[in-house]
C-alpha cells in the first residue's frame, strides 16, 4: 500500500480516498509488469469493492435490499446515481466496462493505457464526490457546532482542498471559505491562498472585516506550520484520525457521528476490518473500538 507516499500534486491521484481493500486493486493497475487485461481485471474488482465495502454503508435501507439480491455491479452503480452526481457515476461505469472487456475478452480486449487511466481518474473524482455528497445531506457545520471540520482537518491539506473546491461552488459560508484558506495555507501555498480570498472578497462572499480577520489568521498560522499535526501522508492521516476519535469520545458517543464511519471506512475497510483490526500501533483505541463494535453489530 502506498500510506507512506508524500501526497502532492503528482502523487495524490494515486491515492483515492476509498476503502484500503479497493485501493489495493486500485495500486494493481498500474502494474505494467501484468498483462493489461488483468489490470482491467484489478480495475472491475476495485469498483466491486467500493461499492460493496463503501457506497453501501450510505445508501437507504431500500436500496440495501436491491443490493442484497444478486443485484450485478451495473445495477449497484445505477442505484449510486440516486446519491451522487451522475455525470461521476457514469464515468464509474465506463470504467467498470473497461474492467469487464479484460475479464471477458482479455488478450483480445484491446484496452489502452490511456483508458486505464482515464478510469482510475474516474475513481478518484468519485472518492472526491463522496464527500461533497455528505456535506450537502449531512451539512459541513452547524450552529450548535460540529466535530466535520475537525475530523475532516486529519486528511493531509490537499485532499482538503480538492473536496473543499468543489463544495465551495453550491456553500459559500464563511466556515466552508475559511477552511478552504486554512487548506490552502497548510499546503503552503500561501500565493493561492491569498487569491482565493481576494476574489472570495470582489465576488462580496466576504465583507472586508472578515477578510481582514481571515488574512490576519493566516498569517499566524502560516508562520506557526510546524506547531500543527499536518498529515503529509496517509498513514500520518490515520494517525491523526485516531487522536482526534479520542478527543472526541470524551466529549460525546462517536457512535452518533456518521461522518466518522465514513472516514473510518478509508482507513480501515469494511465494518468487519475495521472491529478485527489487529495492527496495534495503529488501531482506534479499546474505548471507541468498543463502541464501533456495538453499533455494527446492532446495525446488521
Known amino acids: 500500500m502506498r500510506d507512506n507516499l508524500s501526497i502532492n500534486e503528482d502523487t495524490i491521484f494515486q491515492i483515492p480516498l476509498i476503502v484500503p481493500m479497493a485501493r489495493s486493486y486500485f495500486e494493481k493497475i498500474d502494474n505494467k509488469e501484468n498483462e493489461i487485461y488483468y489490470r482491467a481485471l484489478d480495475l472491475r474488482l476495485c469498483l466491486e469493492k467500493i461499492c460493496d465495502q463503501y457506497i453501501y454503508e450510505f445508501i437507504s ?30 464515468n464509474l461505469i465506463d470504467a467498470k466496462n473497461i474492467g469487464n472487456r479484460g475479464a471477458h475478452d482479455g488478450n483480445e480486449s484491446e484496452i489502452t493505457e490511456y483508458q486505464l487511466e482515464k478510469s ?12 461533497v455528497f455528505y456535506f450537502k445531506k449531512y451539512g459541513f457545520t452547524d450552529p450548535n457546532g460540529s466535530w466535520i471540520p475537525y475530523i475532516f482537518s486529519t486528511l493531509p491539506p490537499l485532499y482538503r482542498i ?27 501555498d500561501y500565493k493561492k491562498m491569498k487569491k482565493f480570498l481576494d476574489k472570495c472578497l470582489s465576488d462580496k462572499n466576504i465583507n472586508k472585516e472578515e477578510f481582514d480577520d481571515l ?9 506557526n506550520l510546524y506547531r500543527f499535526p499536518i498529515a503529509k501522508n496517509m498513514k500520518e492521516a490515520k494517525e491523526n484520525f485516531i487522536s482526534a476519535c479520542d478527543k472526541i469520545a470524551k466529549h460525546e458517543d462517536i457512535s452518533k457521528q456518521p461522518f466518522i464511519l465514513l472516514m473510518s471506512l478509508i482507513f480501515y475497510g469494511s465494518k468487519e476490518d475495521i472491529i478485527t483490526e489487529k495492527d496495534k500501533a495503529s488501531q482506534i483505541t479499546r474505548e471507541i473500538r468498543n463502541i464501533f463494535i456495538v453499533k455494527h453489530k446492532n446495525s446488521n
Open 162 to 188: 480538492k473536496v473543499l473546491e468543489k463544495y465551495f461552488k453550491i456553500n459559500k459560508e464563511l466556515i466552508v471559505i475559511r477552511k478552504l484558506a486554512l487548506a490552502y495555507t497548510k499546503n503552503n
Open 120 to 131: 482510475k481518474k474516474a475513481i478518484f473524482n468519485f472518492s472526491l464526490e463522496v464527500f
Open 61 to 90: 435501507v431500500e436500496d440495501k435490499k436491491k443490493w442484497n439480491t444478486n443485484t450485478t455491479l451495473n445495477d449497484k452503480l445505477n442505484i449510486t446515481k440516486k446519491y451522487i452526481n451522475r455525470k461521476i457515476v457514469n
Open 215 to 223: 488574512i490576519e489568521d493566516m498569517d499566524l498560522i502560516n508562520t
